[in-house]
Nanobody, 124 residues
């Protein structure tokens, strides 16, 4: 089993910054994509940012220029640096992994796991 532990959420004023972390542990062989999604009250979950094993990144238009995703492959950890936060960034942020997992003699590819989420609240 793979576990994802998120941290770094909290309450911040508009214009402030937060840094989210997500550490993965367990029988991980390799990680293809690490990312962050968010879900605001009454809305669907949406992509915030992703990063692949080759280092390419992808951002939602609403966060480009303000958020930066990065990863530490040695620690199986992904980060999301969020600057110039806005009230509309208020949401539960979820970590997402697309990885290969070893189970006994078998290796399974394309396994997807989600963290439990961390709440980010931006006050105006």
């Amino acid at each position: 089993q793979v576990q994802l532990v998120e941290s770094g959420g909290g309450l911040v004023q508009a214009g402030g910054s937060l840094r989210l972390s997500c550490a993965a542990s367990g029988s991980i062989v390799s990680i293809r994509t690490m990312g962050w999604y968010r879900q605001a009250p009454g809305k669907q979950r949406e992509l915030v940012a992703t990063t692949t094993s080759t280092g390419s990144t992808n951002y939602a238009d609403s966060v480009k220029g303000r958020f930066t995703i990065s990863r530490d492959n040695a620690k199986n950890t992904v980060y999301l640096q969020m600057n110039n936060l806005k009230p509309e960034d208020t949401a539960v942020y979820y970590c997402n992994l697309d990885y290969a997992e070893k189970d006994g003699l078998m290796t399974f590819y394309g396994v997807v796991s989600w963290g439990k989420g961390t709440l980010v609240t931006v006050s105006s």
